[in-house]
């Protein structure tokens, strides 16, 4: 696994969006939770994770809920130790209702490449499963599938 450290360039800020969207897709919460420091602060939504355990917690929550959770991000702006993500999201209940979840993120990193502050902006529109676009098996969104811009999201 490639550590990429700050100041970023766009190499290296587009890579660490790259890892967190391919690690996020795993819907593994230990795997996530790798990639933030021991004492990370979060903001999602109304929810205040703080460390590696309340990460876990939350990860584990989110996704019992958010069933068939497939994730694309896309680097929006970088500088220093910091980058900015905007990212969609698909996903159902367990009604069977599908949803397109929209955010932004800012994250800031230490010295070791770890993420220590996630703040996240998100919102839910329900769809139509017929309106999905992400259709790849679970899991690694493939190298040749559309991102966000190109999806016109």
Known sequence: ???????FTLETATAKVR???DDWN??????VALDYSEDCR??????????????????TRKWNKELDYRLIKELWSYSGN?????????????????????GNENWEFNSKGLNKRRYAS????????????????LGRRPDNHPGLSELGL
Do not use: C
């Not at 696994?1 to 100041?7: A, E, G």
């Not at 795993?26 to 795997?31: A, F, G, K, Y």
């Not at 529109?125 to 790849?136: G, M, S, T």
């Open 26 to 31: 795993t819907r593994n919460p230990q795997l």
């Open 122 to 137: 998100i919102n839910d529109l329900p769809i139509k499963e017929a309106e999905r676009k992400y259709h790849w098996p």
């Open 19 to 21: 890892k967190a969207e």
């Open 82 to 102: 910091r980058i900015a993500v905007r990212f969609a999201y698909e996903w159902h209940d367990d009604g069977g209702q599908w949803y397109r979840s929209y």
């Open 42 to 59: 979060w903001r999602n939504r109304v929810e205040f994770p703080v460390g590696r355990a309340e990460i876990i917690e939350f990860l």
């Open 1 to 7: 696994m490639r550590i990429f450290l700050s100041p």
